[in-house]
């Protein structure tokens, strides 16, 4: 069963001309890595926020698993089954690396006494250093705060990723680490990845990309 799929989904802002999201059906599935490129207008962002449920359709069916999102709790979708990485990193500046991972755990419940190992452990698994996670974000490169948000967003066992932009603010060794991490959490764990991006090098290495115009979504060949 997919894990996410889009019914004849429109979206239209108040009082807009036109649809920002124009009929749009395709399926999202586990293990793969999916890439949505397009020009600046073309939906995309409002296409990521129709699947992280921060918005409902103005027509048609985004479905979780087969439910659909207007039939689920919203809040608890968000909190459990996904996770954002943004361009900006949006870590928080005044806690540590370590309680910046800690962070989401702590909100479904974990005691802090288990959110920090399982911490360490997802950073770790990214690259960060004992030392880097005592540091607050701003003592990291970037490259390195990246790598912070994707652990940060493992921490709520959510299988879906959903990320902006995540190497707009890199260089191209650290845009092709981030690529390769996303990847293999794809790949090797089964997570079901989706990246809007105007990177062609994030396009080229996602197993479907597809391209975005005037609200309309086709793959590409």
Do not use: W
Request: with cysteine.
């Amino acid at each position: 069963m997919p894990t996410l799929s889009l019914d004849h989904v429109t979206y239209t802002y108040k009082n807009a001309q036109r649809a920002a999201v124009a009929g749009i059906s395709c399926t999202f599935e586990a293990g793969n890595v999916y890439a949505i490129v397009g020009p600046s207008g073309s939906g995309k962002s409002t296409l990521l926020s129709l699947l992280a449920g921060l918005d409902l359709p103005t027509d048609g069916q985004v479905a979780f698993n087969g439910e659909s999102l207007s039939e689920l709790d919203l809040d608890r979708y968000r909190r459990e089954s996904i996770s954002m990485i943004f361009q900006a990193f949006h870590l928080f500046p005044l806690l540590t690396v370590m309680e910046n991972v800690c962070f989401p755990m702590e909100l479904c419940g974990v005691a802090p006494k288990d959110a920090r190992p399982r911490a360490a452990k997802l950073l770790e698994g990214v690259g960060i250093t004992e030392e880097q996670m005592r540091r607050f974000p701003s003592k990291l490169s970037g490259g390195e705060r990246q790598r912070v948000a994707i652990a940060r967003s493992l921490a709520s066992n959510a299988k879906i990723i959903l990320s902006d932009e995540p190497t707009g603010n890199l260089d191209s060794a650290n845009t092709q680490n981030i690529i390769e991490i996303l990847c293999s959490l794809a790949h090797d764990k089964g997570y079901c990845v989706i990246i809007v991006t105007h990177d062609m090098e994030v396009a080229e290495a996602a197993d479907v990309a597809f391209r975005m115009r005037d609200g309309e979504l086709q793959e590409k060949q």
